[in-house]
């Protein structure tokens, strides 16, 4: 359930996409992105078969990459874009007009104008945008963001829909936005958007959030954002696609009336589990400590490629890329210089030792979109694996990378 549908264990070795993952580790280098581009159209798929006539709008801050973005916009999914250079990177990948939808709460007049030329449907968040939308003129596609005060079971970090978010506008302020932009010539208002917040395993919070929307009046078009959860570890099961979006349309029938042009933004959902992260262990270090030892495996990434583990303390599995399973209670800590830098806490490998490919699973959404640059490391690259085959999608950046921007 936490590796690519299309990767299979032989003899405790993994494979992704037909290609073995410690050969691509030698062959590519660590830390490495894999992806199983087949499980990327897969999920796809499984959206937009349970979607229908709906829209599925793929949230590329999960995975802001030309090739991913090209394989869903071949699979006819939209995309949300929350600032220029999503934009940028979204128009690069071939998507065109209103399959380009475009947040965020505090767009500037030049991405505004951008986004109005490239002919997106802006989401308006606050009433400082409608008047920089106002000055503008241009003729645009817009949908009013709502934040609809409930409150959903996840990180703190990572919750938006609660009233007190920073996005949208509150239930009291949203009559007035409609009212504008009903209003406005330039203005051609579609409907009400929604984003509670994200890695959502309980759907009823959305329905909680659809009954508050629907006050507002009555539209023709609503976005419920994005949201649903997908497995990092084997602990929690998430609910499929299918019950997803059963419910989502469900709901939307009987609380905003049956028949409305209904739009999602999955963004995790689409892509965490086709990616793992291979690493190479560098040092395996016991501690001994009056209740126990720890053993530290550290490898050569962390939180320059995986962020999440310390922002909010998100769990992952880990095995050896050659040989799954184990009995070697362990740490999987990163390179960084900070002691926040531990990638997985509590994992049972098989005897580690250094040079040994360690994988972590789960990884597509988010990794490659928040890696940076701490301790000068060099972002890693991104390989799409299909049919035995691997090819490099992002190459690794080089040293003088890490110097390009230097002015003297
Ligand atoms: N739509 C909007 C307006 C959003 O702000 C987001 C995510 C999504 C859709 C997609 O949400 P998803 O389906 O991926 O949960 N960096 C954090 C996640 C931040 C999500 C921000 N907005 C993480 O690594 O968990």
Not at 76 to 101: P, W
Not at 365 to 371: L, P
């Amino acid at each position: 359930m936490l590796y690519p549908e299309d990767s299979e264990i032989d003899g405790g070795r993994l494979r992704i996409g037909g290609c073995d993952a410690a050969e691509l580790a030698a062959e590519f280098g660590t830390p490495l992105y894999v992806v199983a581009e087949d499980d990327l159209r897969s999920r796809a798929r499984a959206f937009t078969g349970a979607m229908g006539d709906g829209e599925v709008v793929f949230a590329s801050k999960a995975f802001p990459c030309t090739a991913v973005l090209k394989v869903f916009h071949e699979e006819g999914l939209s995309v949300d874009v929350a600032s220029g250079g999503e934009l940028a990177l979204a128009q690069k990948a071939g998507y065109t007009g209103e399959r380009i939808v475009f947040h965020g709460n505090a767009k500037s007049a030049a991405e505004l104008k951008a986004a109005a030329e490239a002919g997106a449907r802006i989401v308006v968040d606050n009433f400082d945008e409608l008047d920089k939308l106002e000055a503008l003129q241009a003729p645009v596609e817009v949908m009013i963001r709502v934040t609809p005060g409930v409150v959903a079971d996840t990180h703190a970090a990572i919750l938006t829909g609660h009233a007190g978010s920073k996005f949208g506008f509150s239930l009291p302020q949203a009559p007035e936005a409609i009212e504008r932009l009903t209003h406005a010539p330039w203005a051609d208002l579609k409907g009400l958007h929604m984003h509670i917040g994200s890695q959502l395993f309980d759907l009823e919070p959305w329905r909680l959030a659809v009954e508050a929307i629907a006050t507002l009046g009555d539209f023709g078009a609503y976005d419920l954002g994005g949201g649903l959860a997908v497995a990092y570890t084997t602990e929690r099961t998430p609910p499929t696609v299918q019950q997803y979006v059963d419910t989502m349309r469900a709901t939307a029938d009987e609380l905003l009336g049956p028949g409305k042009a209904l739009s999602i933004e999955p963004g995790r959902a689409l892509v965490a589990s086709a990616g793992v992260t291979l690493y190479t262990v560098e040092s395996v270090k016991d501690v001994d400590l009056p209740d126990g030892r720890v053993r530290f495996v550290a490898v050569d990434g962390g939180m320059s490629d995986n962020l999440r583990p310390m922002l909010y303390g998100a769990r992952y599995e880990a095995e050896i890329a050659d040989r799954f399973g184990g009995e070697s209670l362990c740490m999987v800590a990163g390179m960084h210089c900070e002691s926040s830098d531990i990638l997985v806490r509590d994992v049972m490998l098989d005897d580690p030792k250094p040079g040994d490919v360690l994988v972590i699973p789960a990884t597509g959404a988010y990794g490659h979109a928040m890696a940076n640059n701490y301790n000068s490391l060099r972002r890693p690259p991104v390989i799409f694996c299909k049919d035995g085959d691997a090819r490099v999608v992002v190459r690794r950046e080089t040293f003088d990378d890490l110097t390009a921007r230097d002015v003297f």
